[in-house]
């Protein structure tokens, strides 16, 4: 893989780092902060403690002001941390800069997200979507990283192994690009002709942000066996189904997960698994209603729906986990009439801005899954009937 990628390794004691900026609250960037612990969690390693600063916008050297950055490195020094994780992008200088202050590995959250990409990876497209991701998150950082390692001063003597090696990695890491390119390419037309071949069945994708329980929907509704575990990105490659309902045939695809600040080089990778996204005829956005930002991650996964220039598609929000947004919201002091306005009014709510196209289940414990099947088997009928007007359909 690649050998200068910093990579977190199992048990690791990490510190996490966040700025407040002007326009955001001391709780989001909580939640924030509460997310990358959960992919340093997932990538196996331990937060120990967080930090954060008001600053109306990054240090161009470290990131965060000195004073800040002085307590970091001492508290590290006294605890022994393994590893700081930043969440926000870095560039190479930053993060070797702040290597030199702290002493110890500086990883930011794009690294972070990568390094999981690589571990769940399992096919042959997904490792080198993944691949040509880390080489493309690397090229614009090796001058930074190299830094330390030129000469000081000018004159003879001065245009020594730091300068030739960068430009020698350089060439390497372009040609890498290349060859992964190419090879991506070569898998994308087999993965195209394997779509081909399904084009006569109405295909429906699951969407969401990662962690809102589309793997476990998936498995309830085409009776499969989809890996999903609560941790972040449980599904990479893009997993299709045939399903029946009442006769009626059609194709359900779950796909990898998103994520605030999915790192720009993934999505660019991923847009050949993504295609699924793209070439669907209907939409099921599964979001996590039970999360505290569950709106904020909507906007997250509809901004990345309109980069793949999908948001048009015919789109079903599924809102899941309503046993934990009860559990969470509810306790036994409260009216049972009281609990059922507050639930009155979200459906309502939301009935209202997805204009009836939204449905409140529980995957877990399989509530009102038949409303779910109910759309879902209209809506491809309805569907068949357009693509199909001149032809009674058989499967």
């Known amino acids: 893989m690649i050998e200068k990628q910093q990579k977190i390794k199992n048990e690791e004691k990490a510190v996490l780092i966040g700025l407040i900026q002007k326009e955001q609250t001391d709780e989001q960037v909580t939640e924030y902060l509460d997310e990358l ?15 954060t600063q008001k600053l109306p916008h990054a240090d161009s050297k470290t990131f965060v002001g000195k004073g800040k950055l002085e307590e970091i490195k001492n508290y590290i020094a006294a605890k022994n941390i393994d590893v700081a994780i930043f969440d926000d992008e870095l560039t190479g200088s930053q993060i070797s800069n702040i290597e030199k202050a702290l002493g110890v590995k500086t990883i930011d959250r794009s690294d972070l997200i990568l390094d999981i990409f690589a571990r769940r990876a399992r096919t042959a497209q997904a490792k080198v979507q993944v691949e040509l991701a880390q080489y493309q998150y690397l090229l614009p950082r090796l001058k930074g990283m190299w830094a330390h390692l030129e000469r000081q001063g000018g004159g003879i003597g001065t245009r020594g192994p730091g300068e030739t090696e960068i430009e020698t990695d ?23 002709t394997q779509r081909k071949e399904r084009g006569e069945f109405i295909r429906v994708s699951l969407v969401g942000y990662t962690n809102v329980g589309k793997s476990t929907l998936m498995n309830l509704i085409s009776k499969s066996d989809v890996f999903a575990e609560n941790k972040l990105f449980a599904t990479l490659d893009t997993t299709t189904r045939k399903v029946v309902f009442e006769n009626t045939p059609f194709l359900l695809s779950d796909t990898v997960g998103f994520i605030r600040k999915l790192p720009h080089h993934l999505i660019e990778s991923f847009k050949s698994t993504l295609d699924e996204v793209r070439e669907a005829d209907i939409l099921l956005h599964v979001v996590d209603i039970s999360h505290l930002q569950y709106e904020e991650q909507m906007g997250t996964v509809n901004k990345t729906l309109q980069e793949l220039k999908a948001f048009e ?16 919201n ?31 289940i529980s995957a877990l414990e399989k509530k009102n899954i038949d409303a779910l099947r109910e759309f879902l088997l209209n809506k491809v009928r309805d569907l068949y009937k357009i693509r199909y007007p001149y032809r009674e359909v058989h499967f």
């Not at 612990?37 to 930090?51: D, H, S, Y």
């Not at 598609?313 to 969470?328: A, G, Q, R, S, T």
């Not at 036994?332 to 409140?360: A, G, P, Y």
């Open 37 to 51: 612990a959960f992919l340093a969690e997932t990538a196996g390693a331990i937060t120990v403690k967080r930090f």
């Open 170 to 192: 350089r060439r390497i890491v372009k040609d890498k690009i290349s060859l992964l390119r190419k090879r991506l390419g070569d898998i994308d037309k087999q993965a195209f």
């Open 313 to 328: 598609k015919p789109i079903l929000v599924v809102f899941n986990k309503m046993d934990m947004y009860e559990e969470k």
């Open 330 to 360: 509810f306790d036994e002091w409260l009216d049972d009439s009281v609990q059922q306005d507050i639930l009155r009014e979200l459906k309502e709510r939301w009935e209202r801005e997805t204009d009836n196209h939204c449905v409140f």
